[in-house]
């Protein structure tokens, strides 16, 4: 004979089961099509303008990092942007939002730019001026606003310094220091010390008088 389930006891409680409730996603504001379809606004660009003390002496609560930060870039594309008239760098990785509209420190990597031939992928300028720009290794050679970011697509987009297949780093407001600093860079933006920073304000004082 197949076993039977035996029956409840009179005394023993039975537990209550439990409704199944299927989960429900949370209600979304129903917007018109046409604003679901708008791309988002650029932040508008910043006044011209130096770096400023007060970007220094404001440091993060818990960090005590400073504000402004650094992007290394190889030659000859960091004195392109410092002495030439280059103002999209091509990188493969899109910039942070939060250092979008900020003033950062343009740097010169130690090592040059083996990968990619100036000659093929650059306006003549570049190539024109390789030998007469001055050639800065590890050090700071300007001061810009990075204003916007976008994916290259197409071959004039950006032209004539911009490369199919990278993102565009827009820069504006450019300013290149007297005398190069010397600075150790990194990886992506960095924190620079505290007396690199204060070389950049004297530099931009003596300049400004």
Request: net charge positive; proline share 14%; hydrophobic share 35%.
């Amino acid at each position: 004979m197949p076993r039977q389930n035996p029956l409840p006891h009179p005394t023993r409680r039975q537990a209550p089961r439990k409704r199944h409730t299927p989960h429900r996603r949370p209600r979304l504001p129903r917007l018109p099509l046409h604003q679901l379809l708008r791309p988002l606004a650029p932040r508008p660009p910043t006044r011209p303008r130096h770096l400023h003390p007060h970007d220094t002496q404001r440091t993060h609560p818990h960090t005590g990092a400073h504000p402004v930060k650094a992007l290394t870039i190889r030659q000859p594309w960091a004195a392109a942007i410092a002495h030439g008239t280059k103002r999209t760098e091509n990188c493969s990785w899109p910039v942070p939002s939060k250092h979008l509209g900020a003033r950062i420190l343009i740097h010169a990597a130690a090592d040059k730019d083996r990968t990619r031939r100036p000659s093929h992928e650059c306006p003549r300028v570049l190539t024109d001026n390789i030998g007469i720009w001055p050639d800065d290794r590890s050090a700071i050679l300007a001061v810009a606003t990075l204003t916007e970011c976008h994916f290259g697509q197409g071959p004039d987009c950006c032209t004539p310094w911009g490369m199919q297949g990278y993102f565009h780093w827009t820069l504006a407001n450019v300013i290149a220091l007297p005398e190069p600093i010397p600075a150790k860079g990194d990886l992506g933006f960095w924190t620079p010390p505290a007396d690199v920073l204060d070389a950049v304000l004297a530099q931009q004082t003596e300049a400004a008088q």
